[in-house]
């Protein structure tokens, strides 16, 4: 069974610029959620999607966003980049995302913000 | 505001001895706590989990420890190995559609 895929892997932007990253999840799993990891920070939310809908979101600024498609792949879109986007990007998906919790996370998408 | 405090950041421990990870948390309506361990370039996985209605959990040389009353759990590893070396993530989640939470993180390096 495939794993979490993610793309691209690692991309370079600069100030101001958007970016899309896509996440195709495990099959037949449902929920996609996005998280930002950073050095300093960890591994922080950013909003899940379950059937098309998003059903829950991080604390982080209107210029993130994200949609998932009916096939429940994900995008999530990063508008007027600025340098403390730079991070990795990690996609997770579960069955439901809701009950046990556990999530099966992509390699990421390392973005640098120049 | 960090709703999962994870310590310590960065962890050396000699091959053979044991790892301690210690996190906290505030809400009490957490019910799930799961660990998750990320090797470079990797995304984390799932490595154990508890729930509050037991206060240790055991899978091979992984433990966690879970103290209610004092809002901790923290993870054991026996008999550390070079091979466990990676950066491990406590979580938490409380029931229903909210999403899992994490600690910052604890680097750990096994030295020979």
């Known amino acids: 069974k495939a794993g979490v895929t993610q793309t691209p892997r690692y991309l370079i932007k600069t100030r101001g610029q958007q970016v899309t990253l896509s996440c195709s999840p495990i099959s037949g799993h449902r929920s996609v959620s996005w998280y930002q990891q950073t050095p300093g920070q960890g591994l922080q939310f950013l909003f899940e999607y379950f059937s098309e809908t998003q059903r829950n979101k991080g604390n982080f600024p209107g210029r993130f966003s994200g949609r998932q498609f009916s096939n429940s792949r994900s995008e999530m879109n990063v508008s007027t980049l600025e340098l403390g986007d730079s991070a990795l990007y990690l996609c997770?998906?579960?069955?439901?995302?809701?009950?046990?919790?556990?999530?099966?996370f992509g390699e990421g998408s390392r973005l640098t913000v120049l | 505001q960090q709703q999962v405090k994870q310590s310590p950041q960065s962890l050396i421990v000699q091959k053979g001895g044991i790892s301690i990870i210690n996190c906290a948390y505030e809400?009490?309506?957490?019910?799930?706590f799961p660990w998750y361990q990320q090797f470079p370039g990797k995304g984390p996985a799932l490595l154990i989990a508890i729930r509050p209605d037991v206060s240790e959990k055991k899978e091979g040389r992984f433990t966690i420890s879970f103290n209610k009353s004092a809002k901790q759990f923290s993870l054991h590893i026996m008999d550390s190995q070079p091979g466990d070396s990676a950066t491990y993530f406590c979580a938490a989640k409380s029931s229903g559609n909210t999403p899992l939470v994490f600690g910052k993180g604890t680097r750990l390096s096994v030295i020979a």
């Open positions: 809400n009490t309506a957490f019910d799930y």
């Open positions: 997770a998906s579960s069955l439901d995302g809701a009950a046990t919790g556990e999530l099966f």
